[in-house]
């Protein structure tokens, strides 16, 4: 591989580093304008970059690259290396990165034009784009725990950012809190493969894995595990944790309280979906192992499902749309679960765009409301946001499925591929997956109708002020709006029947369901057409119905029904109780732990034995050094000579 | 017993019982005519080794130089040898102790270990003069750890100067030949015109 | 003794001509143009780096004997020279300043700085056991004078008495070490002495041996010869603390090698047994007790002393391996050091030193540049993953290990936890913190580029931790 192609791929993620580091040392020093600028033109350089990268590998058709760029120390035989593997999977995932991330830093420049921490803001997206960055390139398991732990610890740094906020602080520490589940889960599966394998590296790795299908490990003595089982849930939990699956989801509708681009780079598009990306990379080792691919597809289809459910009854703008990114994540999950990984990535990059452009899109109108956020105080707004307006109605009938849009594409060959799939739960998937059409329709529609369609409903000074916002926010929308169209539809094919992933996927002979569908898929067009004879595109219709009856329709309906169903909506409204069961079991029950082990282990053991005990010792023998430590000298003299005799007595007398 | 052996042993003890003494006599003075003794002993054993280049250099620089002028500055300072001495009793008990603890263990390693006697150093040969061979090795084989012996030295100037050295006091009366050559008539002559009583203008002037 | 002998010993001979000659043209320099004497001492350590680099030798892991095989030049010694003269050059910049502010001597200072840097160099090339002791005395000396260059403070005297006293007495008894090795080997060679201590042992060997630890255990200060540390390090002048708690570390690192390793390396049964329990005592105490400490230079004072335990405990395990993570250490070690006593430097601007932790209430506030060298320099010490200080200890605990001492390991990583809470409560008391006094802090250009390169460094050699590591292992 040539140096100019090494120094390409090194500067990808080094520009926004050194963006970030630019925006946030010298904030002061290069003012606003200077931060924005910098850290927009490091990222446009990073995605022209990333796409010239993308026509190598995939219109040139030049192999996958895999090098390592430095290493940073090798010990005992296991290797700390930096190191890029570039091949279809990741070149994806970096356009789609930067793309969205550059959109985000244009659009913050509107949204957080009154900020006093603008260049604080700027400095941390852009590193949330190097991590990112670091994340999907890495060739082993060191540099993506790196990228993993950097992405969620910006992801924390931005759900407070407005710290002053006490619900930002509260949602930045149970984001942080669960997250560590996760991430405990992820670390004890990297550990058990450099254990088992003795290597960091991916390709070495993926090597050795099938000569272990049959060994066993053994965590708690006695009970001996598959190994490959183990590692991989290990490594899904870590990925449940990260991409906000059940029952690890209930950190992502709370990380709302950061800035709306936070939610639609990190919480929508980007970082959400690093779980996803993560168990497409790992896909030979999970189709080593049939238990753990029934574990990601039963998880995914609850996600999908349920969380959609609650969506239904939230009246935050933006936590409609946060559980819908769940219930869209469940989708891909399941497609993971159901080994059609080129379908959950193809899933996760058209999510990317119009989730992203949905999100843009409520901040857009958050930002004309003067931070606003409850729908219930909207309506009508379509006459003064003309624009944003029509991109969320394309980006909501995308996340539909509506035929044509690129989410019918994506969402369409998920719930085909879960149908082919005959694995342990795949018929409880299928029913998820396809009650779940129904639900994303009415609450996207919900969302439209409760917030650009009939009668204003705020008060008259703030409607009075309403007015699209300027080019910055526009822009991007449009721009987003552009791929949330028309992407299913050019990219379909050969993403995912023209051998696109090529060796990046690995899916073993039995499980391939896509290439199933692939034999009769007869282009995008045909696809559309062959829809409306199937359940799904009906389902939708049925969801869509509902939704225009009850909101748009007669509005008195939806008091009705909340009436008539007031036992569900209540269920719905606290979100099935898991804040208050994780807030009773883990939150109290380890207060009450903490409150026993301190008053038990942390004053009896701790502090009066360890603490005030090692502090009796250690001040006992400061003072005896102390005593020794006198400032004469001959004491000092005295101590050496002593020492010189012990000595002599041990080596030589004794010896 | 031989008579090298002898003269050894004599002067080995005059060599012990004066290096004592240095440090036990109360008066500095007399610590420091000991510490003469018994440089002036162990020179008389280097003599038995058959180096008297060095046995000679020992007397003449330390004996001849270095102790004269310790014995001035012992004299100049007033030393008041009750403060010096003080906690001397005290701390005797333990000083003697650990002094007998060490020898004892090295007189143990000697007596004990007596089958790996050490190797009597060769005597000189009559292949020349000692002083001769000294130089000859000193400036080939050795002229690095000379050179730097010779580094240390100059540090140590620096070093003394440094600590001493407070710069010239400027009440200090003292002559600069290069002032006193190069002054000018201007300098030291004033020439007065002494015009007139009740010039007013002279009067001015001086 | 050849021109080759002369241009192996160039960056020796070109240090010390250009000492005499900063002595000799000091003297004329009127007051004002003082500073003068600063950068020609500093330009004289950028060519003796460049004149030691630009020695072109065929090999790098050549070993070239010089002047009848009292010196030695080989990579270990080219690496720690190098060291030394960015260490020494780093802590001239700090110091200016300061000398001017306390009224210290600027030309004693920096003549007595190079030939305590030439004694450095001399003690790591030495090949010979007559150079060994010539180039301690040589590094003993000056320091001795440097820390009672404030003749007027009364603690400085103090310290600079106590430390010659026992320096001296250290000396003795290596020297006396040195003599019984003599006695028996009959060579002064090192390289000779290792041939003969092949062919069999002897008492008195060990006895000698015994001695020579002694002397490098001072001359390191690890328990129990560690007395003179805190006492030195508190009462010198904050300038010459950074250069005695630096500097000469590597230096006797280069000699515990140079007599351990290269010349009684077959005693290594011996030596490794007194070495672990000097090593145990010193990261037990040092961390212990600088726990208790209220003033950073002698809490920095205890913090060398736990340092330079787990320096030994790469030594003692005596393989290739455990000897490449000492030399690391002991670099990092040393920049660590300059980069802490640097920011105490900066802080002593008034002419009262700020040597009390209270001193750095709130720092972050009143510099956050200056906090912030410091928390890298702090991190780096207390070995927080990725920074150079955390490769420190990861390799000599790995050569511990792979040396099969396992309990050393573990006792070693319990202390090195106990020893990151003293360096936390430095970076707790910089960012969390009220400041006491909020008097805006004057940095001059090329101290702030300085220091900067120095606390970044920390972070660079642990991200780029396998260059200097790698320059480590090629030098055994």
């Known amino acids: ?655 | 017993m031989t008579a090298i052996e002898l003269v050894f042993y004599l002067f080995s003890t005059v060599l012990t019982l004066s290096a004592l003494a240095v440090i036990t006599v109360r008066n500095a003075v007399y610590a420091a005519l000991f510490l003469v003794l018994a440089f002036f002993s162990s020179a008389a054993i280097w003599m038995l080794l058959e180096v008297e280049f060095l046995a000679i250099t020992l007397v003449l620089v330390y004996v001849g130089a270095v102790m004269v002028l310790f014995l001035f500055v012992v004299m100049m300072l007033d030393m008041n040898s009750e403060r010096v001495r003080e906690g001397f009793a005290r701390y005797l008990p333990v000083g003697i102790l650990v002094a007998l603890i060490m020898a004892g263990e090295l007189m143990f390693v000697i007596w004990t270990k007596g089958a790996e006697k050490l190797p009597l150093p060769p005597g000189q040969s009559d292949a020349g003069a000692n002083t001769a061979l000294l130089g000859e090795r000193l400036y080939t084989a050795y002229l690095y750890p000379f050179e730097i012996a010779a580094v240390i030295l100059l540090v140590g100037i620096v070093a003394a100067i440094a600590l001493t050295h407070t710069g010239r006091n400027p009440n200090t009366r003292y002559q600069d030949p290069s002032r006193q050559v190069s002054t000018r008539r201007e300098d030291r002559v004033r020439i007065v015109s002494m015009p007139g009583a009740g010039s007013k203008s002279a009067e001015e002037r001086s | 003794m050849t021109a080759a002998d002369l241009m192996l010993a160039l960056p020796e001979i070109f240090v010390l001509g250009m000492t005499c000659i900063i002595m000799l043209f000091g003297l004329w320099l009127p007051e004002e143009r003082q500073g003068m004497i600063s950068f020609v001492s500093i330009m004289t350590l950028v060519f003796a780096a460049i004149i030691l680099l630009g020695w072109d030798d065929p090999d790098p892991a050549a070993v070239s004997f010089a002047f009848n095989a009292t010196f030695v030049r080989d990579q270990m010694a080219d690496v720690l020279k190098l060291s030394a003269f960015i260490v020494l050059a780093a802590i001239l910049v700090y110091a200016r300043q300061y000398l001017r502010v306390f009224k210290v001597a600027m030309l004693e200072y920096h003549v007595l700085s190079l030939f305590l840097l030439l004694g450095v160099m001399v003690l790591i090339s030495a090949a010979s056991m007559l150079t060994v002791y010539l180039g301690l005395e040589l590094i003993a000396l000056p320091s001795y004078a440097l820390v009672a260059l404030r003749r007027d403070d009364q603690r400085s005297t103090e310290a600079a008495m106590k430390y010659f006293v026992l320096g001296s007495l250290a000396s003795g008894l290596l020297l006396y070490g040195l003599s019984m090795i003599y006695g028996v080997t009959g060579t002064l060679s090192l390289a000779q002495v290792a041939n003969i201590t092949a062919m069999g042992n002897n008492t008195v060997l060990v006895l000698g041996l015994i001695f020579v630890v002694i002397g490098i255990a001072f001359k390191l200060g690890v328990v129990p010869f560690h007395m003179w540390v805190p006492d030195v390090y508190h009462g010198a002048p904050a300038a010459v603390t950074a250069l005695i708690g630096s500097l000469p570390k590597l230096a006797v690192f280069a000699m515990a090698i140079r007599l351990l390793s290269d010349g009684l390396g077959n005693m290594q049964m011996h030596w490794m047994s007194m070495l672990v329990v000097l090593a145990t005592l010193s990261i037990v105490v040092g961390n212990l007790v600088a726990i208790a400490q209220s003033n950073l230079k002698r809490m920095l004072a205890y913090s060398t002393i736990g340092h330079m335990g787990f320096m030994l405990l790469g030594l003692l395990t005596g393989s290739d391996q455990g000897f490449s993570a000492a030399m690391f250490y002991a670099i990092v070690y040393a920049i660590m050091a300059a980069g802490a006593f640097g920011v105490m430097i900066l802080l002593s601007q008034h002419g009262v030193e700020a040597e009390h932790l209270d001193d750095y209430k709130g720092l972050s506030k009143r510099s956050p540049w200056l906090a912030l060298m410091m928390l890298m320099l702090m991190f780096s010490m207390a070995g927080v993953p990725v920074f150079a200080g955390f490769f420190a200890k990861w390799l000599v605990i790995q050569a511990v290990i792979d040396a099969g001492m396992i309990w050393l390991a573990i006792l070693a990583v319990i202390f090195s936890v106990i020893g990151a809470f003293y360096y936390l409560r430095v970076v707790k008391l910089m960012y969390f913190d009220a400041p006491d006094k909020d008097d805006a802090i004057s940095v001059p250009a090329d101290f702030r580029a300085a220091l900067t390169l120095n606390g970044s460094a920390q972070l660079l050699l642990g991200i780029f931790a396998n260059i200097l590591i790698g320059l480590c292992v090629a030098s055994f």
């Open chain 1, 1 to 655: 591989m040539n140096t100019d192609l090494h120094i390409i791929l090194l500067a990808i993620p080094l520009l926004p580093l050194f963006g970030a580091v630019l925006a946030g040392l010298f904030g002061r020093q290069i003012g606003r304008a200077g931060a924005h600028w910098i850290t927009i033109l490091a990222v446009a350089g990073s995605l022209l970059l990333s796409l010239y990268v993308f026509k190598l590998i995939v219109f040139d058709a030049m192999p996958a690259i895999n090098t390592s760029i430095y290493t940073w120390a090798v010990t005992g035989g296991l290797k700390f290396e930096i190191g890029f593997l570039i091949d279809s999977l990741t070149v994806v995932m970096m356009t789609v990165v930067t793309f969205v991330s550059l959109m985000v830093h244009i659009y913050t420049i509107g949204y957080m034009h009154d900020d006093p921490g603008y260049q604080r803001f700027f400095s941390y997206i852009a590193l949330f784009t190097f991590a990112m960055l670091m994340l999907v390139m890495s060739n082993n398991f060191l540099q993506l725990f790196f990228g993993w732990e950097a992405v969620g610890l910006v992801s924390y740094l931005l759900i407070g950012f407005w710290f002053k906020k006490e619900s930002a602080i509260f949602a930045n520490l149970k984001a942080f809190l669960v997250n560590r589940v996760g991430d405990f889960g992820f670390l004890l599966g990297i550990a058990a493969i450099v254990v088992s394998f003795g290597s960091l590296d991916y390709a070495e790795v993926f090597a050795v894995a099938p000569t272990a299908v049959d060994q066993t490990i053994s965590v708690f003595p006695g009970v001996e595990w598959a190994l490959l089982t183990f590692v991989c849930i290990c490594l899904f939990i870590g990925a449940m944790g990260k991409s906000a699956q059940a029952p690890l989801h209930v950190w992502l509708p709370d990380s709302m309280e950061g800035p709306t681009p936070i939610s639609a780079l990190i919480h929508a598009a980007t970082m959400v979906t690093a779980g996803i990306f993560m168990v497409a990379r790992m896909s030979p080792l999970f189709e080593l192992s049939e238990v753990a691919l029934s574990f990601v597809l039963v998880i995914g289809a609850i996600t999908a499902l349920f969380m959609g459910l609650i969506g239904l009854v939230q009246n935050d703008i933006k936590r409609v749309i946060a559980y819908s990114t769940l219930s869209q994540l469940g989708y891909m999950t399941v497609a993971l679960g159901a080994s059609a990984y080129s379908a959950a990535i193809f899933h996760l990059m058209t999510h990317a765009f119009f989730k992203a452009l949905l999100f843009l899109g409520a901040g857009s109108v958050i930002i004309a409301l003067h931070h606003r956020q409850d729908m219930r105080e909207m309506g009508g707004l379509r006459r003064v946001l003309p624009i944003t307006f029509v991109t969320a109605w394309l980006g909501s009938l995308a996340l539909m499925g509506v035929p044509l849009f690129s989410g019918f594409y994506s969402k369409d060959i998920i719930i085909e591929a879960v149908h082919l799939a005959n694995r342990p739960g795949a018929g409880f998937a299928y029913w998820c997956v396809l009650l779940g059409v129904v639900v994303t329709a009415m609450y996207s529609l919900r969302l439209l109708f409760l917030t650009f369609h009939g009668e204003p409903r705020m008060e008259q000074s703030v409607r009075e002020h309403a007015h699209e916002p300027g080019w910055v926010v526009t822009v991007p929308l449009i721009l987003l709006a552009i791929p949330s169209v028309f992407i299913g539809y050019f990219s379909i094919e050969p993403m995912l029947f023209g051998g696109f992933f090529g060796d990046a996927i690995h899916v073993a002979a039995g499980n391939d369901v896509l290439a199933e569908i692939g034999s009769h898929f007869h282009g995008p067009l045909a696809m559309a057409v062959h829809a409306l004879v199937t359940p799904v595109f009906w389902l939708v219709v049925l969801g869509s119905a509902l939704a225009v009856a009850i909101w748009f329709w007669k509005p008195q309906l939806a008091v009705w029904c909340r009436q008539r169903f007031s036992p569900l909506v209540h269920v719905l409204d606290r979100k099935y109780w898991f804040d208050e069961i994780y807030q009773a079991m883990f939150a109290r029950g380890s207060a009450r732990l903490g409150n026993g082990l301190w008053r038990y282990g942390d004053i009896a053991v701790i502090d009066n034995l360890m603490v005030n005990g090692s502090a009796t010792l250690v001040g006992w023998c400061a003072g005896l050094l102390r005593y020794l430590q006198s400032g004469y000298l001959y004491h000092y003299a005295f101590a050496m000579i002593v020492g010189l005799i012990m000595i002599i007595f041990t080596y030589i007398i004794l010896a």
